[in-house]
Each structure stands twice: as structure tokens, then as C-alpha cells.
């Protein structure tokens, strides 16, 4: 599978961004799809799932800020940011096919990743 990310960038604390991942080779609609964070020092963590049938689940650090969904018609999946914190300073990754095993989410094809800093 091949993902492409778009939608990151430079915003202050309190806007909004949307990312946006593009992929291709699988078949879309079936699949899981997420997106994980990466800020410079720190391991990468899980920021928001999306299901086939579309449940959502979220880190507790965005919870009521970010929104994950999907466009199974345009195989994209976005994630909203809003009210965002210097703390979300990260390089953010689309992931496909993550599965949930023993209460985590493992993940699976990683895209390139977008860099999304938040100045305050």
C-alpha cells in the first residue's frame, strides 16, 4: 500500500489544520486507518484510529480537539486539528491497516509522514 500525506505546516496555538492521506494498492474501504505522531526526542504514539465501519478512537491527549474520518470514494483519510497546542509539534504519519491485538493498536504501512509545528 502506498500513502501519501498532505495538510501539514506552521500554525499558532489555538488554529486549525487538516491532514489529509491518499492512499493506494489495497483495498481501502476494508481496512483500518491511523494516524501516529512523532515529536523530535520522543517515541512515536498513536494519535487517532478510524475503523472499517467507522468507529474512531483517540489518544487522550487529543480527545475533543482532533477528529478522524474517512473518504472511502476518494481512499482518504483526514485528520482535523483543531485548537492546537505547542505540544502537538510533531512530524504526524498516516498508518494503514493498524490492527488491534490485546488492547493496542499495532500498526501497519507507514506514509512519509508531515511535519506539523505549533509556535506559541
Known amino acids: 500500500v502506498q500513502l501519501v500525506e498532505s495538510g501539514g505546516g506552521l500554525v499558532q496555538a489555538g488554529g ?16 483500518a486507518m491511523g494516524w501516529y505522531r512523532q515529536a523530535p526526542g520522543k517515541q512515536r504514539e498513536l494519535v487517532a484510529t478510524i475503523t472499517s ?26 485528520l482535523q486539528m483543531n485548537s492546537l497546542k505547542p505540544e502537538d509539534t ?16 499495532l500498526p501497519g504501512s507507514w506514509g512519509q509522514g508531515t511535519q506539523v509545528t505549533v509556535s506559541s
Do not use: H, M, Q
Not at 90 to 105: D, F
Open 90 to 105: 510533531a512530524v504526524y504519519y498516516c498508518n494503514a491497516e493498524p490492527t488491534y491485538s490485546g488492547s493496542l493498536w
Open 16 to 31: 486549525s489544520l487538516r491532514l489529509s492521506c491518499a492512499a493506494s494498492g489495497s483495498i481501502f474501504s476494508r481496512n
Open 53 to 78: 465501519g467507522g468507529s474512531t478512537n483517540y489518544a487522550d491527549s487529543v480527545k475533543g480537539r482532533f477528529t478522524i474520518s474517512r473518504d472511502n470514494a476518494k481512499n482518504t483519510v483526514y
